[in-house]
């Protein structure tokens, strides 16, 4: 920013002594009548040296300002921008914010996460309990630039092991005054070898940074963050359209990109694909999770061990689909569940909207009551033993301390990032501080392991 700032100083710095020579010197016999200057071009001298004056002053304000609090100024300046892909066709807009993400063109956080937002899950360290939802990057090509937005983990995918372009467009349906979002993309994906290739150079660019790195990081910065770099990474684990053999689908997700994961996640939970949502059966179920687990576990694996394997459900689940997938999870050891996908129902303010006829999930805003109730009483049945991720409707600090509230040990967002962008992160880390410092909790895991009854809390009144 600092060098661009000197550039745009040195062109307009030229461009009066350019104009000047527009005008010719005058000749002694005319030298009583001075040149007369056109009114445009004394606007032009105007708008010259105000704009020498903004450079000289933003590379003045750029040179001297800590890094945080430049830092902070860019995650705001995307306040400016993020607005101008509400103009834009709403898959092109998703494109584009994955393509500028993949290229670096978006704000890194180089701020230090508050330390009561810290914890450690599965033995991996976490910097904060905030994470970017599967559905955003689902090929792996932002994998950097997301993670270096500040999250605390970021999933990709859903990857299908042959690539398939999902169901015909237009496939995504903004409801911006609900807050909302209609998807029915299908699972469209590159494949899981395209995906491979991604992770694989990222991983190894990771390694050789830290081999060729001068500085010698301590015990506490090693173990911090993930296999893709300062946060952890998760791949959610699709099944093809046209596969007769989920299991099968899976498992070979996990031979292929178990390697470069911190997480697996196995997604029986898409609306949008048919028949997926009747794998999370009882029986049905018990049967994937077994076969992906000893897929998994016959690997070689380091010190580290293999990563853990979440089952992602939908929030469109009977009391017994829940008490069934409690017990299956509960008694393979399940490492997580990922609380939930998008709802095919159309709770109000949609059922009003005329985008809401559309075929799909729905996801932002109007999911928060739905999938909160479900997080609770799968908390309730699993009875607190395994690890949760509470996602759906999550669009603010306040909104991530309720699911963890009710349960949840980390949160996901995808709806609320789309339609607030970048500067929607540190406002979340900031408020969520804020919300777990005053209810005197001095981490997330006591606002998570105390749940008063296990009533989901709202200052005083129950949720």
């Excluded at 998703?94 to 704000?107: F, K, T, Y």
């Excluded at 999370?280 to 576990?297: E, N, P, S, T, W």
């Excluded at 908390?379 to 309720?402: M, Q």
Aim: net charge positive; glycine share 10%; charged share 20%.
């Amino acid at each position: 920013m600092r060098e661009c700032f000197h550039r745009t100083l040195k062109s307009a710095a030229a461009l009066p002594v350019g104009a000047s020579r527009h005008y010719s010197t005058p000749s002694s016999s005319s030298s009583s009548a001075a040149p007369r200057i056109p009114q445009s071009s004394k606007k032009g001298r105007f708008f010259t040296a105000a704009t020498i004056g903004l450079v000289i002053a933003g590379g003045a304000y750029a040179s001297t300002v800590d890094e945080a609090t430049f830092c902070g100024w860019l995650f705001s300046a995307t306040k400016v921008v993020n607005p101008l892909f509400a103009l834009l066709d709403a898959e092109v807009a998703h494109q584009l914010a994955v393509s500028a993400a993949a290229r670096g063109w978006v704000p890194r956080e180089k701020r230090p996460d508050l330390s009561i937002l810290g914890l450690e899950v599965w033995g991996r360290r976490f910097s904060n309990p905030i994470g970017l939802a599967a559905g955003f990057d689902k090929n792996a090509e932002a994998v950097e630039g997301l993670l270096g937005l500040g999250f605390g983990f970021v999933e990709v995918g859903s990857v299908t092991p042959i690539p398939q372009e999902g169901n015909p467009k237009p496939r995504i349906f903004r409801l911006r005054q609900e807050g909302a979002i209609i998807n029915r993309c299908g699972l469209n994906s590159e494949g899981i070898v395209v995906v491979a290739k991604r992770l694989g150079a990222q991983h190894g660019k990771r390694k050789l940074d830290e081999t060729s790195s001068t500085s010698s990081p301590s015990n506490e910065e090693v173990k911090h963050g993930g296999k893709a770099g300062p946060g952890i990474l998760g791949v959610n684990l699709g099944k093809n359209k046209t596969s007769e053999d989920a299991a099968a689908d899976y498992v070979q997700g996990v031979h292929t990109l178990s390697q470069y994961a911190d997480y697996l996640v196995i997604n029986v939970s898409s609306p949008n694909t048919p028949g997926l949502r009747q794998l999370q059966g009882r029986k049905q179920l018990k049967d994937i999770v077994k076969k992906v687990q000893a897929a998994r576990d016959e690997m070689q694996w380091g010190e580290e061990g293999p990563p853990p394997l979440l089952v992602k459900i939908a929030p469109d689940l009977s009391k017994q689909d829940l008490e069934d997938i409690a017990a299956v999870a509960l008694a393979l050891r399940v490492d997580g569940l990922i609380i939930s996908n998008t709802t095919i129902s159309r709770p109000d303010p949609v059922s009003k909207n005329p985008v809401a006829e559309e075929a799909g999930g729905l996801s932002g805003k109007p999911l928060f009551p739905l999938s909160t109730n479900i997080l609770k009483e799968m908390y309730v049945l699993t009875k607190g033993k395994i690890p949760l991720i509470g996602c759906g409707g999550v669009s603010s600090g306040e909104d991530a301390y309720k699911k963890i509230r009710a349960g949840a040990t980390l949160v996901q967002l995808y709806t609320a990032f789309a339609y607030g962008g970048p500067a929607l992160i540190p406002e979340m880390k900031a408020e969520l501080a804020r919300c777990l410092e005053r209810d005197g909790f001095k981490n997330v895991y006591e606002a998570s392991d105390n749940l008063e009854d296990l009533k989901l809390i709202d200052h005083g009144r129950e949720f």
